[in-house]
């Protein structure tokens, strides 16, 4: 099978977009994760898939694959380039779209300036919505990780988060506590594990390890979550400049009730054609 591809990345946080509407696709898991192999196919992050609409009102349906081959609810670089996508293919004209996923409707906007922004929905931070076996809406929660305790902060932004202050992102343990916080007992659902450090009212330096796909170079609904977070602790202000090893997202959230405002570029490195 011959399939057409583009390869795409919001700030190093890189997809291959598949048009799922001109070509029919039905993939397994395996050929997912062939294609997400950075030796034996193309190399991504995640995978996206553009579908028809199957709400009134939508202009399409966004599905997820993780590196892993497993689909997931929300992924926000990959949603900036979902945009820029099916508008440079010439499946809408709008520079405003709405889409469906997994986790509800969300509508990326193609700025005048080449960025996109997203509505990325309102943050739930209740345990039974994360999913998190916890008590109560609280702010911040303890996590035994190893022979540590930790203080998170649970989010969702149409997927799950769990964010801890750091005092040095750099030097911060994402390699060994990332996949320790992902895999935890308390997530039934797993958890992207993000490592905030604080560097003013308005900005923060992140990194994030996503569920599914190790590190990457920057993960839109981690910064989503982190800002919220850093909101809710009283560390921050909005909008937030989010600074990841890819480049800068700029966050907005106006509080408990409001939605988050994610803007960031979206950029397409080539299209191509690979044999499963």
């Not at 076996?133 to 303890?142: K, N, P, S, T």
């Not at 600074?243 to 988050?260: E, F, H, M, N, Y």
Request: proline content about 5%; some cysteine.
């Amino acid at each position: 099978m011959k399939l057409k591809f583009s390869k795409m990345h919001g700030l190093g946080n890189d997809f291959v977009v598949l048009d799922g509407i001109r070509q029919p696709l039905a993939l397994t898991p395996e050929q997912l994760r062939t294609l997400a192999d950075r030796h034996f196919g193309v190399g991504c992050d995640q995978i996206l898939l553009v579908e028809m609409a199957e709400q009134p009102g939508v202009d399409f349906r966004y599905r997820i694959f993780n590196a892993d081959g497993g689909e997931v609810e929300q992924c926000g670089n990959g949603a900036r380039c979902f945009v820029r996508f099916v508008h440079d293919a010439g499946l809408t004209a709008k520079r405003e779209i709405r889409v469906e996923t997994q986790s509800g409707i969300i509508t990326p906007r193609l700025e005048e300036d080449g960025n996109v922004t997203v509505n990325m929905g309102i943050p739930r931070f209740l345990p039974a919505e994360i999913p998190f076996l916890g008590d109560g809406e609280a702010v911040i929660h303890a996590l035994a990780v190893a022979d540590e305790t930790l203080e998170i902060s649970v989010v969702s932004m149409g997927n799950p988060h769990a964010v801890q202050v750091v005092g040095d992102v750099d030097h911060a343990p994402v390699g060994v506590q990332g996949p320790l916080i992902e895999n935890h007992a308390r997530f039934p659902q797993r958890v992207n594990a993000g490592f905030m450090q604080v560097v003013g009212r308005q900005a923060i330096r992140l990194r994030v390890y996503e569920r599914g796909s190790g590190e990457t170079l920057a993960c839109g609904t981690g910064a989503c979550a982190a800002a919220v977070a850093g909101i809710r602790r009283g560390l921050l202000d909005s909008p937030v400049r989010v600074t990841t090893r890819g480049g800068d997202l700029t966050i907005a959230w106006a509080g408990l009730g409001q939605p988050v405002m994610m803007t960031g570029p979206a950029v397409t490195v080539f299209t191509g054609e690979i044999e499963l």
